[in-house]
């Protein structure tokens, strides 16, 4: 018997230390978690392009591939530091597919999700600070981020948009794609170039992510702390305007099949008809 009672009070110790170093345990985890208490709290970042895949348009001088790896880098760093457990699509020179950026982001059951682009245009003027979202979750994460990035930047705002990109309409968690500027404008290709503006959108990016919460429907005319209400942005529904030239599209497909096998009716009847002279001659 006392070498029982010597057992059982042996094992209460046993269990009495575990749980103090769960306890422990879970009091240090908390410490290293993102303060604004949001899940989810994994970012998965996807620096745009890679690879062969330079992006932009056929002679640009700036290769988008590069712009975006040193930016979604730094946000790696920015989020890292801020107790985010982060994941890259891409952390190096490399063609990822589309497929694999959205396998890689449904992984993780609470993650969200940000691609990091720049933008192009045969017009130099073109500028302007774009986010776009697909799924109506992921528009306090958009509105987050683009508030921030589009104040933090000195170009236009070009709003936020809907539109149907593979990754967002694919993701099943919080997704945003954002163009940091137009690589084919003079002052804004510069501004990319320069480390430190790179820094500066990284920490915008990460402003917005940690902010993603404190999203609100009131609106504001000037910009506010992280911790404060930031403004649910109003958005372009570019999905529309898609389906419309779609539509059109074919319709106009077959207007011209219908024209062309009008022409060809025509043209059988005028064969047949010029024979007929022939013999009649």
């Known amino acids: 018997m006392p070498t029982n009672l010597y057992r059982l009070r042996l094992l209460a110790a046993s269990l009495l230390i575990g749980f103090l170093e769960c306890i422990a345990l879970s009091t240090a985890q908390a410490r290293r ?5 949001g899940s989810p709290i994994t970012v998965v970042i996807d620096a745009g392009h890679g690879g062969y895949d330079r992006g932009g348009i056929p002679g640009q001088t700036v290769s988008e591939k590069d712009m975006t790896l040193d930016v979604a880098q730094r946000l790696k760093k920015t989020l890292a530091a801020s107790g985010y457990r982060v994941v890259m699509t891409r952390d190096s020179d490399v063609f990822v597919p589309l497929g694999m950026r959205v396998a890689i982001a449904n992984s993780y059951a609470n993650a ?3 691609s990091v682009h720049f933008n192009s245009a045969k017009r130099s003027g073109a500028s302007g600070i774009e986010t776009y979202f697909y799924d109506r979750a992921s528009l306090p994460l958009a509105s987050a981020i683009h508030y921030f990035v ?7 705002n070009r709003n936020v948009r809907r539109r149907g990109y593979y990754v967002l309409r694919k993701n099943k ?6 163009e940091c500027g137009f690589l084919t404008n003079p ?3 510069a501004l990319a170039q ?3 503006y790179r820094q500066k959108l990284a920490e915008e990016i990460a402003a917005g992510v940690r902010g993603r919460n404190s999203v609100t429907s009131a609106r504001t005319t000037t910009r506010v702390a992280t911790s404060e209400s930031i403004p649910l942005q109003s958005y372009i529904d570019q999905t529309k305007v898609a389906k419309s030239k779609r539509h059109k599209s074919k319709r106009s497909h077959k ?3 219908r024209r062309k096998k009008r022409s060809s009716k025509r043209s059988g009847s005028e064969a047949k008809a010029a024979a007929s002279k022939d013999r009649e001659g």
């Open 33 to 37: 978690a993102p303060k604004d208490s």
């Open 112 to 114: 969200i999700f940000v």
């Open 150 to 156: 589009a104040g933090g930047a000195p170009s236009s």
């Open 173 to 178: 968690n919080p997704a945003v794609l954002v």
């Open 187 to 189: 002052n804004e290709a």
């Open 194 to 196: 320069n480390a430190s």
């Open 255 to 257: 207007k011209s099949a």
